[in-house]
């Protein structure tokens, strides 16, 4: 019944959160791009950056303890600047070792597509460029390959999408970024998203980052702002996100 929605016919698309990024998501060989600015897919690339093993999962409490001590990794707080968490400032030179970060947003989406089998890398707006590169030689190889560029947002309280434009404006620079014009509407529509004015004002302005400036972790907001200053894109291998992989 949604077959209507898979952008089907189109080797990149676009999609807004999991449920959408599921049924955009088919056979053919496909890279996700699973987008969530502020902040898990920020917090995966400075965790590279610092060599920490960023094990994502969904769970919480006792099961996300279970789950750290299964993989042998520390079980990260949901959000604090003194140690390795969600936090973006968090991991900025956190010692190397093994993490699990808890996420309703970039974890769930990652590991549900992969568990559809599809590839999946983070993007911000971070590593945009990289992201874009990649993303562009995994078309070049093979010609039913497709690229699903999905951007997280964020949950209301009763659970339903609420979407960040700090992810859109990753996923537009992201599209520019990828040598193709094989667009669907959705991604080529998306592809001119980028804000008005300097990142770093709209980042800190929108709802997204307002949150958290107001919750003390306006660092969190600066960093992600930092319009390609990576150029790791982390996928996520075996359960865990590993930096810059051989996309072959």
């Known amino acids: 019944m949604t077959s209507f929605a898979r952008q089907a016919g189109f080797r990149v698309a676009f999609a807004w959160g999991p449920d959408e990024a599921a049924v955009v998501v088919g056979p053919e060989p496909t890279l996700a791009v699973v987008v969530d600015v502020l902040s898990f ?24 303890a279970l789950f750290a001590a299964t993989v042998g990794a520390t079980l990260a707080p949901v959000r604090t600047v003194d140690a390795p968490s969600l936090s973006v400032a968090s991991m900025r030179g956190a010692p190397p070792g093994r993490v699990v970060v808890s996420s309703p947003n970039g974890a769930t989406t990652s590991l549900r597509l992969a568990g559809h089998g599809t590839r999946v890398v983070v993007g911000c707006l971070r590593n945009a460029s990289a992201v874009g590169r990649v993303a562009a030689s995994f078309l070049a190889g093979g010609d039913d390959s497709r690229v699903v560029v999905v951007a997280c947002g964020e949950r209301w309280p009763d659970g339903g999408l609420r979407p960040g434009v700090e992810d859109l404006w990753a996923v537009g620079a992201i599209l520019r ?54 150029a790791l894109v982390p996928e996520l291998v075996d359960g865990a996100f590993v930096a810059s992989p051989p996309m072959n």
């Open 41 to 64: 897919s920020t917090t995966v690339t400075v965790a590279a950056e610092s060599g920490v093993t960023v094990y994502p999962t969904a769970r919480r409490g006792s099961e996300a």
């Open 177 to 230: 970024a990828v040598d193709s014009d094989d667009l669907s509407p959705e991604a080529a529509t998306a592809r001119t998203a980028a804000p008005a004015g300097a990142v770093r004002a709209a980042l800190l302005d929108c709802a997204s980052g307002r949150e958290l400036v107001g919750a003390g972790f306006a660092a969190d907001v600066h960093i992600a702002a930092e319009v390609d200053a990576c």
